[in-house]
């Protein structure tokens, strides 16, 4: 091997190596959202669920409300996925909102003694309207989670 070559086999190691630096990171994302503690939920005549719950992380911290609803006005059973829809509306201290609309498909899940899902929505979401004009139009992915005993939890992260 002359010397040129142990040279770039040398550099392209240390590249490899080499540990990502802050301008080589990827930036935060605008929306990065998680059920803080364990959420609630109740379906209204219409079939529609309704959550609400605490929520933390980016850009804000607070509560939200939700509405999940499937294509034909129930959610599926069991080992069945219908097309769905969710709206989140995110309220937080002084006067920050975020408003999200999302697509995408609501999936029955069978429940035991130590799985207790009985629904999962996951989607694209939209966000629609917001107290900082920089977040408007962000999107990406978002999970909606109904759970035995009116429980419920959700996360929405900018992709």
Do not use: Q
């Not at 409300?65 to 937080?92: F, I, K, Q, W, Y």
């Amino acid at each position: 091997m002359n010397h040129k070559t142990k040279a770039s086999a040398l550099i392209g190691a240390l590249l490899v190596l080499a540990p990502a630096t802050p301008a080589m990171a990827a930036p935060r994302p605008a929306v990065d959202l998680r059920g803080e503690g364990v959420g609630a939920y109740a379906l209204d005549a219409g079939g529609t669920a309704r959550l609400r719950g605490a929520i933390t992380g980016a850009p804000f911290d607070g509560s939200y409300r939700a509405r999940l609803s499937s294509s034909d006005g129930s959610l599926p059973a069991p080992g069945e996925c219908e097309p769905g829809t969710a709206a989140v509306h995110v309220n937080g201290k002084g006067h920050r909102s975020l408003d999200l609309r999302a697509t995408g498909e609501v999936c029955g899940r069978w429940v035991d003694a130590t799985y207790v899902v009985t629904h999962e929505f996951v989607g694209r979401y939209v966000v629609t309207d917001a107290s900082s004009r920089r977040l408007r139009g962000t999107d990406g992915w978002i999970s909606l989670i109904l759970a035995t005993e009116g429980r419920a939890n959700i996360e929405a992260i900018d992709t």
